[in-house]
């Protein structure tokens, strides 16, 4: 079993549509949660960060960490064809000098 | 800002022979990273330096080396490619303090091998 499971869908929206995307991990450890999006042919970019469970906002972006269930969101509203892309998930823990685990990435089109 | 910089960009290899994929950032980063990315499975870590001088094993080391002879650069290395290290290369890095480990990646190398 791997350690960060991520459905690589792909997924497929219109315009103005909410995109919902998770992953669940197995080690409890982890601490730090994020996402990155990568660009078709480009290298993944940090989108956004949490630190333990709750949510945070970031305009149209929210994650949600649920430590209780190892479970992690990432909720795109009001989508854009801009936002189309692959969405990783990445998980790090302090005693491991944060090495980032991550999910296989759900690779997302926004129909214009 | 260049930030990571990967060459070459594409390579394509016959089984057996050899190459050197290099890593610049102009970051000041002590922590550098070689990871590949295959279909369906991710990121998985290759090897990693946590400074100059250094070089440690990731999650997929095997058939691969690496050198960290300057801070700004770190390279890797197939010595005899095989067809199954037909992938995408990203190289990355970060500080050391980095409360979470963020990443900086490079574009990527597309490598095929025959």
């Known amino acids: 079993q791997k350690e960060v499971e991520q459905d690589p869908g792909p997924l497929s929206v219109p315009e103005g549509a909410i995109v919902s995307l998770n992953c669940t991990y197995s080690?409890?450890?982890?601490?730090?949660f994020m996402w990155y999006r990568q660009y078709s042919r480009k290298g993944p970019e940090l989108l956004m960060y949490?630190?333990?469970?709750g949510n945070k906002e970031d305009g149209r972006f929210t994650a949600q960490v649920d430590k209780s269930s190892k479970y992690i969101s990432l909720f795109i509203r009001d989508s854009q064809p801009s936002d189309s892309a692959t969405y990783l998930c990445?998980?790090?823990?302090?005693?491991?000098?944060?090495?980032?685990?991550f999910g296989a990435g759900t690779t997302v089109t926004v129909r214009a | 800002n260049a930030g990571v910089t990967q060459t070459p960009k594409f390579r394509v290899l016959k089984t057996g022979q050899s190459m050197t994929l290099l890593c610049a950032q102009d970051?000041?980063?002590?922590?550098m990273y070689w990871y590949r990315q295959d279909p369906g499975m991710g990121l998985r870590l290759i090897h990693y330096?946590?400074?100059?001088?250094?070089?440690a094993k990731g999650e997929v080391p095997d058939g691969y080396n690496v050198s960290r002879l300057k801070k700004q650069n770190f390279l890797l290395g197939l010595e005899s490619a095989a067809p199954s290290q037909t992938s995408v290369y990203f190289c990355?890095?970060?500080?050391?303090?980095?409360?979470?480990?963020?990443?900086?990646f490079g574009e990527g190398s597309r490598l095929t091998v025959l």
């Open positions: 990355a890095s970060r500080f050391r303090g980095g409360s979470y480990g963020e990443l900086f």
């Open positions: 080690n409890s450890a982890f601490q730090y």
């Open positions: 949490t630190y333990s469970s």
């Open positions: 990445a998980m790090s823990r302090r005693d491991n000098d944060y090495k980032l685990s």
């Open positions: 970051m000041n980063h002590e922590y």
């Open positions: 330096s946590v400074g100059e001088g250094t070089t």
